[in-house]
Each structure stands twice: as structure tokens, then as C-alpha cells.
């Protein structure tokens, strides 16, 4: 839900956004960040403001789109940027010029993929986010070392074991299109006090309990 209480805790607008703006978001069937991020915000009942981002700024799931988020007219607390890694650099810059408040990246193919391109290029969005002041967080694993300050990741052994188990029925005869669809049932949350101390952030006491690694 939107928050309606003030709180000025640069976090607040992460947690308790009052508006949200899915950037990658479009009206073709197999989008992930319209099925995936702006759907559930729709199902959950979010009664903030919901921006679809898209260059073609179509509606989508029935809310006006706009092509980029500095063109947005209202104040955006939340960005999730879900676009193909090439994209990634000029979202954030748009987050910055607009004045968003917090981000939350969802790509793949930088520091993770073990690429000297891939670090310079993640490097690249954490120091426009940081000159920013932007919180940034991730839900993909390998980032937490990387000046984000918060990663909430399905566990990499959880998920190994349930892919050994999917595996393991295949070798046995079960057609794959008849598995099961599963999200993993482990999730690593990682915050980073480091990253969040530079950016002149103190974690609450509340949001520490649930994480499961703290990088100091």
C-alpha cells in the first residue's frame, strides 16, 4: 500500500512507496516487467500512483504509460528498472535527473558475469546513483559488494538443490513440460552498512533482524 504517514527515512520511499514507476513495462504477453512487477502491484491493491515506463509509452494493463520517467508529472518514490542490460545506464541517469528516490534493479550481466565490461559497466550505475544519493537494491545475487545497498535473492543453494530434484525426475521419465512451476522457498536478504554509511544512511534496527548477511 502507499504510505500515507511522513516519514523521512530515505528508506521510507522503498518500503512504503507512494508511487511507483515500472520501467521496462509494456502490453506484450511475454513482459516480464509488466507480468512480474506491475501486475502484482494491480493485485496487491497499491493505491499510490503506478507509472508504466516504455518508449512507445502505450498503456498498459490499463495505466497511461509515459516514455521515460523525467516525463512522468508526479514525484516518483520507487523506480524498478526491468530492461535489457544495455538499457540499464540511461534508466538510472533518468532516475537521477528526475529526482527519484529509490531503485530497485532487476538485469543481469554485470560484476556477477565475472566480465572486466560487465564491472565497469555496473561501476558506471552505482556512482550515478551514488552522486545521486539514490538507494539502490537488487533481487539478483552477486551484487552486494557492489555499492548496493540492499539484495533480496533466491538462495543460490536452495535453488541448486531444486534443480538437482526437477533434474533427477527428468532422468526418471517425467516430461518437463509436466513439472511443476516453483519459486525457490529460500530467500537471502543482504544488506550492505558499508555502501549505506557512505551514503549518509542508517539502516533501521527493524530492517536489519530480517536480513541474512551484513556486509560492514
Keep these: 500500500k502507499a504510505e500515507t504517514k511522513k516519514n523521512n527515512h530515505p528508506l521510507e520511499a522503498m518500503f512504503h512507496p507512494r508511487s511507483v514507476a515500472v520501467i521496462g513495462a509494456s502490453d506484450t504477453e511475454d513482459n516480464w516487467a509488466a507480468k512480474g512487477f506491475l501486475k502484482p502491484l494491480i493485485d ?17 494493463l490499463g495505466f497511461k504509460a509515459y516514455p521515460c520517467v523525467s516525463a512522468v508529472p508526479e514525484q516518483v518514490d520507487f523506480a524498478i528498472i526491468s530492461v535489457p542490460k544495455s538499457q540499464v545506464l540511461s534508466c538510472i541517469e533518468d532516475c537521477a535527473a528526475k529526482g527519484v528516490k529509490t531503485v530497485c534493479v532487476y538485469a543481469a550481466g554485470f560484476a556477477e558475469s565475472g566480465t572486466e565490461q560487465g564491472r565497469d559497466e555496473e561501476a558506471r550505475i552505482i556512482d550515478i546513483a551514488r552522486k545521486a544519493k539514490i538507494p539502490t537494491a537488487t533481487i539478483l545475487g552477486g551484487e552486494e559488494n557492489s555499492g548496493v545497498i540492499l539484495t533480496i535473492a533466491a538462495n543460490p543453494y536452495e535453488q541448486g538443490r531444486e534443480a538437482a530434484k526437477l533434474a533427477a525426475k527428468v532422468i526418471k521419465g517425467t516430461k518437463p513440460s509436466d513439472l511443476p512451476i516453483e519459486q525457490s522457498k529460500k530467500v537471502d536478504v543482504i544488506i550492505n552498512l558499508k555502501e549505506a554509511a557512505d551514503m549518509g544512511l542508517k539502516i533501521p534496527f527493524d530492517l536489519l533482524t530480517f536480513a541474512t548477511k551484513v556486509i560492514k
Excluded at 44 to 60: K, R
Design 44 to 60: 496487491f491493491g497499491f493505491s499510490g500512483g503506478i507509472f508504466p515506463i516504455n518508449p512507445l509509452a502505450a498503456p498498459v
